[in-house]
């Protein structure tokens, strides 16, 4: 598949890091660090701007690595791009840990998987159908 993409970014474009990577990492385009405190959210730019094909999106989920070493996360995840959506890419980090992070320009702070989507029709009906689980949810099964 290939995306039309716009860069005003300093770095590469995005890109897989392995051949069997399903996201592409995204870099911040800074022209000054960004201190992210604790439990502080903050835009981050990476001069990024793409035009995706009708009936697909654009996913941007957490790094595991920025997670797991810094509890930095986002707070909108996975965060959707549609088709229709020409501005910049950012993205809204926040710092769950107890310690100050700092965003240099060229770090990797999220990953981007291009995934396609289904338009949904609604049919409206008096009820549903029966199932085994019925309406039980968030722990019904007694399972962990």
Known sequence: ??????????????????????????????????????????LVPTGLFIELPEGYEAQIRPRSGLAIKHGISLVNTPGTIDADYRGEVKIIMINLSNDEFLINDGERIAQMIIASHEKAEWIEVEELSNTDRGSGGFGHSGKS
Request: hydrophobic content about 40%.
């Open 1 to 42: 598949m290939k995306i039309k993409i716009v860069s005003t970014s300093k770095h590469a474009l995005p890109a897989y890091e392995t051949i069997h990577s399903a996201g592409m990492d995204l870099r911040a385009n800074l022209d000054e660090p960004i201190l992210l405190k604790p439990l502080e959210r903050k």
